[in-house]
């Protein structure tokens, strides 16, 4: 992901663009007219009628580069001068349009919910927290991750990633006492208070009666969590083995993807390339010389 800033002031693209029209419009003013004889060499005048090669004898210039005057022809922009004219007009162009092409391109989301279960009944830990996050082409973010963590103290927790994949599915044969585990379901619902409470009966080396009460409520506040519908109402916590629980929801968050600026930079690209190949060619045409 990327989020796009203009960093750069914005007068910057116009004063470039202003800047590569002026000098196109002072070397229209300036260039020398060719005289009425023969064609010339367009960097020195030498005349180039006879001529066998590309390179100017007196200058040393390949003609394909400084062109041909022929009478009464003006003197003819270098290449090189032409294609940076063009790279620094066509580009600045790009920076003044883009702030109205930007606002077009799609925005990809991101966004988190969580919910804090703390002072279970039976003391066994401090709190459980629970944080879905997810992300889509939409404001209506669908949850496909879960990092499920159990806070015994200060100093001691254990988190179980959950990530939710409904093509894929990869049972979790037993757990251990590893600081961080992950599991994959096809869905949530999967997410059953048996599997929890062995998770937690692993971390907190119990198997009370209370502690199967609490895994049972945080699997199903879990569920409540990543629904696609946000704005559910959790249980209250006189209903839960819970004292406390603290529901926080963050915003969607757009941002602009590569993915979506990349096909308009490549446009972008290939048309400036195009032009680029233009100038290169047309000014590489050699007329064919003239015999006395």
Same mark, same amino acid.
Request: some cysteine; aromatic content about 10%.
């Given at each position: 992901?990327?989020?796009?800033a203009?960093?750069?002031?914005e007068?910057l ?11 196109w ?5 300036v ?32 003609l ?7 009478p ?20 600045a162009?790009?920076a ?9 391109l799609?925005?990809w ?18 709190? /459980? *927290? #629970?944080?879905?996050s997810?992300? =889509? ?6 949850f496909?991750? +879960?990092d499920?963590?159990?806070?015994r ?13 409904p ?10 006492d ?8 096809r869905?949530?619902?999967?997410l ?12 907190l080396k119990?198997?009370?009666?209370a ?24 249980t ?17 968050i ?5 993915? /979506? *600026? #990349?096909?308009?930079?490549?446009? =972008? ?8 190949? +233009? ?14």
């Amino acid at each position: 992901m990327v989020r796009v800033a203009n960093d750069w002031p914005e007068f910057l693209p116009k004063l470039l663009f202003a800047a590569g029209v002026a000098i196109w419009i002072f070397w229209l003013i300036v260039r020398r007219k060719g005289g009425a004889g023969d064609p010339s060499c367009g960097a020195c005048g030498y005349l180039v009628i006879g001529l066998t090669t590309r390179i100017c004898p007196e200058c040393g210039n390949d003609l394909s580069d400084v062109g041909i005057r022929m009478p009464g022809e003006a003197r003819p922009m270098p290449r090189a001068l032409r294609a940076f004219l063009f790279t620094l007009v066509y580009w600045a162009l790009a920076a003044i349009i883009w702030p109205a092409i930007e606002p077009m391109l799609p925005r990809w989301y991101s966004g988190t919910t969580s919910l804090e279960m703390s002072y279970p009944r039976s003391d066994a830990f401090h709190s /459980a *927290i #629970a944080v879905a996050s997810g992300s =889509g082409w939409t404001e209506a973010v669908k949850f496909d991750h +879960v990092d499920l963590t159990v806070v015994r103290s200060s100093t001691e927790a254990r988190t179980l990633e959950i990530d939710i994949r409904p093509d894929d599915s990869r049972k979790l044969v037993a757990f251990s006492d590893e600081d961080e585990q992950s599991i994959v379901l096809r869905d949530v619902r999967d997410l059953t208070p048996d599997l929890v409470f062995g998770w937690m009966a692993t971390f907190l080396k119990s198997d009370s009666s209370a502690l199967r009460d609490e895994a049972a409520s945080i699997s199903a506040e879990t569920i409540k969590l990543v629904s696609s519908d946000i704005q559910i109402q959790h249980t209250a916590p006189d209903h839960t083995p819970f004292r406390s629980l603290n529901f926080r929801q963050v915003a969607a968050i757009p941002m602009l993807p590569w993915r /979506a *600026i #990349a096909p308009v930079a490549l446009v =972008g690209f290939m048309l400036w390339l195009i032009g680029i190949v +233009v100038i290169y060619v047309r000014s590489g045409h050699i007329r064919e010389t003239v015999h006395a």
